[in-house]
Structure formats: structure tokens, C-alpha cells
């Protein structure tokens, strides 16, 4: 891997490399980032999905390279961790520079606990700005709540710009940014990638070479980062915001608007919106025209640096309802097959309380990552699951490497896995259950099996399901009927349940999404993973429907394609759950017997890992019972 990596950096070919747990791919990528950097002297950006692995490059792998490579270099290579700009505290915000009452939710000011915690958690962070080297929120323990995080940080548009800050030479967002423009290595997140990539100014060194880990995340990210929304306290913030800014007649004319549309969709049906109605395309276009006046009506360069902030703060709330807005309606001018985004209505629970959401979204994000990421750096795509099917062809697809008027030059690899698979993982698809119906239907075969597999397992088991509600049912049903203990995603923090989980063998934890990709427990407290169903997506999710939909006017199967791939990719990550290290043994079970029936099965099969495979329960049992004993 390390040479092919060094390969696609010289010829400025993009490479996508599957390494699967323990082939040390992070390393087979800095050891030549490094040395190119250096060579150059232009830095490469390694990008990550997720927190651990950031910790892992900066804490761990970075400084120890950095010792070892410094002889054959002709210098030591430098390095540094880029987060985006809500990540660290604002000096000014804290410092007064912004009336933060006006952050805070209306219902909050009428919850005195909730309150004097803010208040409490306010004070905390102030003192710890004057020690911090960082201020970055990851080095904050114990953390704090969002809503309280929110009165000590600024986003990138709400933020005066080093020119006007007072606090600009002292800033830990700039520093950061500083360090980063110097290194040899700068090590950022997905997130940051795909805003530096679609926004208007760069927020990471300008780069040539790139390089993604856990790429696999890289679609649904670059899909966040360009998703826009309407919320009633959104809404509602802006209002707070613009009272004493703007004329009363501006006020009111953006409050009447909110008022209106937020009625309407607090009383629309939830779901995908293919074709908008008049009465919503008023509100919409009312909305659009009193934030934008709104916005147009503020003077963002007043002297005092206070009055700044809090108007900056304010035009950037009403810029993103006006953009927002605007975005919704042209979204509908194009015919269905012709349309750039998908809009929708969610109704999300929040304290028991219904808050409707109205989102819009790119149907695909191929277009942008061609053009805004693979066009300006050669990039390597690197993962443990990047072949569905058994194919690099789902993904290539996904992010833009084939297709358009110019296809990218890319290559494919998948340098395989340390483990022997077929010796060391069991692969058992309960092909005498009944196929999964809708939630609600009886689950005793189902209950019955998992009690019968944790049994024989002595616990040992991770629980990987469709959703909450089924992993809740499935955890209270087992707390009755076995003697060993099985925690729940939900009744504390991931972290510390995956801590509880791995000091246990007894112990079975049972979750849903996050554990289907964030679980790293080596060793005998995981000898058994558990998945209920084929994780399809749901079929009223607006976004994947929309995209199976274009993909069949386009003569695909779009199943296939959307649904399918996306399945395949969720079970190959669930399935790597199970080998750790290279001592590591056990069963993957699905209790979905359309792994072993329905046409797509095969399909579904080439995308895990080789495991030696069965439907015989029984076989299934006796293995695990060794395991135990062993």
C-alpha cells in the first residue's frame, strides 16, 4: 500500500485502497505523505471521519513517525491537528463581545435548573479560557452541552475576521490555522474537507496532495456540509438577534413571515415535497424577502467591536434563512429528472415536543467532490470497506471518480487482511427464521435465537440493530431472560458503554448506528456480533428514495444501486466489528434470512469478509460454546 500510495502521488493519480483491520494503513499513507511533504515543502492533508482516529494520527502515529523518519530526512517533519472554527473558544465572544442571552432557546429562559446551568457551565468555560493553550473544545474536561458551547464559539460567518477582531493576535482558531499553514502534515476532518472544498474561502493550506481515511463516510459528509434547513428556532434566534438592529417595521415583517411558515409546516405532512404548493411557495418567498431585508437593513461595520460582533452574528442567522430559502425555491424550477436537490419535512421529537424541520439537500454530491476536491489535489481513498459487491464500482460512482465529461484517472486495491478469515470468523445466517416484517410483528424466533446464541457466547456479544426501538425491545427481553448483564446504547455515554463492555466477558452491549462502525474492542469480551437485519434504509428516507428513483430514470436498477449498496457497505462494517487483532475468533450473526434467500444475497455475501459460512444453528451454538470455554 505504501508504495502505491508513493505510485499515485508521483503520476498525480487518485488511488482508492481497501486495508482491511490491522494491515496498519495509516501508517502505509504518512510514511510517503511525509517524505513527499517534506521533498516539496508543501504540506498533505489527511483527512478523518471521526475523533478517534484524529486522536490516533496526532497522538500516536505522527510524533512516532516523526522520531523515526527525522534521520533519513534532511530535516524533522512537522505536523498539526485543523478543526473548524466552532471548535474553539472565542475570546471575544467571552470577553463580551456579543449579547449571548439572545443564543439562548426561549423555553430554556423559563427552566430555572436549566438556566443556572448554562450560567454555571458559562463561568467554567471563561475560567478555563485564561488557562487553555488551545481552547479547543476537545481538551475541555468534562465536556459541556452544545447550547452551552454555543455562548463561547462563533461559527466561520459569524466571525469578525482577524482584520477587525480585537482579540485577532491571541485568537485559537487563527493560531491553529497558523500551525497548520507551516506543517508538513495537517490532520482534519471530513467535515472541514467538504466545507473548505464547496465554501467561497479556503479554510485548509492550499495542498496538492490529499489523502482520505475512512472514506467509506466521505459521501454522506460532503451531503451534511452541503444540506440547508429551516427550523422555527433558527427562526426564532434570528428574531432575538435583529430587535434592536433594524426598524420595528422589519421586525414585524419577519416575524409575521416566520409566524406563517412555521405553521405551515408544523402542520404539513411530513416526507419528501416533489411539487411545492402555492401557499408554502409564499411563505417561502416571504421569508426569503424579510430576511434578506432584513440583512440588507444592518450596518456590519460599526466601530465598537461589540456592536460588530452581535451584528455579524445577526446578518449571518439571516443570511442562511435568506440562502436557505432562496436554495428551496429554485430547487423546484427544474423537472424531477433535472433537479440538483431534494427537499423534505422531517417532524423530530425533542423533549417530547414535535419541532418540524424543513431540509434541502444535493441529490448526489459526485459533481461537487470531481470538481471541488479530485480536480485541485491528487487523492488517496482509503477504508476497511470500500468494495460492495466486491466491487471499487459503487464508490468510484459515489464520489465522482467515473462519470462526467472527464473521468478522473484512478486506480483500485484492496491489499486484504491479516487475518485468515475462514480459520478465524463464522459466518451464520439464520435461514429457519421467518423474514423481518414491519417493527411491531412478533418477535419471539427472533428473542429465542438471540437468547440461544448469547447463551452459548457467555455473553461476550455486540448487538448491532436496525433501529433504537428494536435494540431497546431485544435489550429488555434479554435482561429477563439471561443471567448475564446486557447494556443499551442510551443509558450512558458510547464511550463509556464500550469501556463497560470490553472490562466485562460477561457483558453484551446492544446499540444501533454508531456501533455498527465505532466499536474497537479486541479480545475475548467480543466473540459474537449480532445484526438483526440487512440494514436497507428505510423507505421513506427522502434523500435515498430521491436518489434510487434518478438512478432508475436513468434505466439503473435503482435498488440496487442505492438501497443495496448502501446495505452491503452498513453489514461490512458491522461485520469488521468482529476481528480486532490477529487472536481474535467468533461468529458474525444475521438474523435476517434473506441473506440466504432473496436474489440480492449474493451481492450482499461479496461485500464481508471471506468468513467460513453456515446456517445450522446448531454448529453455530457448539462453536461458540469452545469459544467460551477457551
Not at 468482529?578 to 435476517?592: E, Q, Y
Request: hydrophobic content about 45%; glycine content about 8%.
Amino acid at each position: 500500500m505504501a508504495e502505491a500510495v508513493a505510485r499515485a502521488f508521483a503520476a498525480g493519480e487518485h488511488l482508492a485502497v481497501q486495508a482491511g483491520t490491522g494491515t496498519g494503513k495509516s501508517l502505509a499513507y504518512l510514511v510517503p505523505a511525509i517524505a513527499r511533504a517534506v521533498a516539496d515543502d508543501s504540506p498533505v492533508v489527511v483527512s478523518t471521519a471521526t475523533i478517534a482516529l484524529q486522536r490516533q494520527l496526532v497522538d500516536r502515529d505522527l510524533p512516532r513517525l516523526a522520531d523515526a523518519l527525522e534521520p533519513a530526512l534532511p530535516r524533522r517533519p512537522t505536523f498539526a491537528l485543523l478543526k473548524g472554527r466552532r471548535n474553539y473558544l472565542c475570546l471575544n465572544k467571552i470577553h463580551g463581545g456579543a449579547d449571548t442571552p439572545e443564543d439562548v432557546p426561549q423555553e430554556e429562559l423559563f427552566e430555572p435548573f436549566a438556566a443556572s446551568a448554562l450560567g454555571r457551565d458559562v463561568q467554567r468555560l471563561t475560567a478555563w479560557a485564561e488557562t487553555t493553550d488551545t481552547g479547543d473544545r476537545d481538551d475541555l474536561k468534562p465536556g459541556v452541552p452544545d447550547r452551552s458551547w454555543a455562548q463561547v464559539s462563533v461559527s466561520a460567518r459569524e466571525c469578525l475576521g482577524a482584520a477587525r477582531c480585537p482579540y485577532a493576535t491571541e485568537c485559537f482558531s487563527e493560531r491553529a490555522r497558523a500551525v497548520a499553514g507551516q506543517a508538513d502534515v495537517v490532520v482534519t476532518n471530513h467535515a472541514l474537507l467538504a466545507i473548505d472544498a464547496i465554501g467561497e474561502a479556503n479554510v485548509l493550506p492550499e495542498h496538492q496532495l490529499l489523502v482520505i481515511d475512512e472514506a467509506h463516510e466521505l459521501v454522506d459528509r460532503m451531503t451534511s456540509v452541503a444540506t440547508g434547513e429551516l427550523t422555527p428556532a433558527a427562526l426564532s434566534v434570528a428574531l432575538r438577534r435583529i430587535t434592536r438592529l433594524v426598524s420595528p417595521e422589519l421586525t414585524q415583517r419577519l416575524e409575521a413571515a416566520t409566524a406563517t411558515f412555521t405553521s405551515a409546516i408544523h402542520d404539513a405532512q411530513p416526507g419528501r415535497i416533489d411539487y411545492l404548493d402555492d401557499e408554502l411557495a409564499t411563505y417561502l418567498t416571504a421569508l426569503r424577502d424579510a430576511a434578506g431585508a432584513a440583512r440588507n437593513a444592518i450596518d456590519t461595520a460599526p466601530s465598537d467591536p461589540k456592536a460588530a460582533a452581535t451584528r455579524k452574528e445577526a446578518v449571518a442567522a439571516l443570511s442562511e434563512i435568506t440562502d436557505t430559502a432562496a436554495r428551496i425555491l429554485e430547487s423546484f424550477e427544474p423537472a424531477i429528472p433535472d433537479r440538483f436537490d431534494v427537499v423534505w419535512l422531517n417532524h423530530e421529537e425533542h423533549r417530547g415536543v414535535k419541532r418540524p424541520v424543513l431540509r434541502v439537500a444535493p441529490l448526489v454530491v459526485a459533481g461537487l467532490l470531481r470538481t471541488r476536491l479530485f480536480a485541485r489535489a491528487t487523492t488517496v481513498l482509503t477504508s476497511a470497506t470500500l468494495t460492495v459487491g466486491g466491487s471499487f464500482d459503487a464508490m468510484a460512482g459515489a464520489w465522482g471518480l467515473t462519470g462526467g465529461d472527464t473521468p478522473a484517472r484512478w486506480q483500485g486495491l484492496d491489499v486484504g487482511s491479516p487475518f485468515a478469515h475462514g480459520k478465524a470468523g463464522i459466518l451464520y445466517v439464520a435461514k429457519h427464521l421467518p423474514p423481518p416484517g414491519r417493527e411491531g410483528t412478533d418477535t419471539t424466533a427472533l428473542f429465542d435465537e438471540i437468547t440461544e446464541l448469547v447463551t452459548a457466547a457467555g455473553g461476550r456479544t455486540l448487538g448491532l440493530f436496525s433501529s433504537m426501538r428494536a435494540a431497546r425491545a431485544a435489550t429488555e427481553a434479554m435482561r429477563e431472560r439471561l443471567d448475564t448483564p446486557v447494556l443499551c446504547q442510551g443509558d450512558d455515554g458510547t464511550g463509556a458503554l464500550v469501556e463497560q463492555f470490553a472490562a466485562d466477558d460477561a457483558t453484551s452491549l446492544f446499540g444501533t448506528l454508531s456501533l455498527w462502525q465505532g466499536v474497537d474492542v479486541p479480545g475475548p469480551s467480543l466473540s459474537l456480533v449480532l445484526i438483526d437485519r440487512i440494514p436497507f434504509p428505510r423507505p421513506d428516507d427522502p434523500l435515498l428514495t430521491a436518489r434510487q428513483r434518478a438512478v432508475a430514470a436513468r434505466g439503473g436498477n435503482g435498488f440496487m444501486a442505492v438501497a443495496a449498496s448502501h446495505a452491503a457497505l452498513l453489514l461490512a462494517q458491522g461485520a469488521g466489528r468482529l476481528l480486532r487483532g490477529i487472536d481474535d475468533r467468533g461468529v458474525v450473526a444475521i438474523l435476517d434470512s434473506r441473506m440466504a434467500t432473496a436474489r440480492y444475497a449474493g451481492y450482499l455475501r461479496a461485500s464481508l469478509p471471506p468468513f467460513w459460512a453456515t446456517t445450522d444453528p446448531a454448529v453455530v451454538r457448539q462453536a461458540l460454546t469452545r469459544l467460551r470455554n477457551d
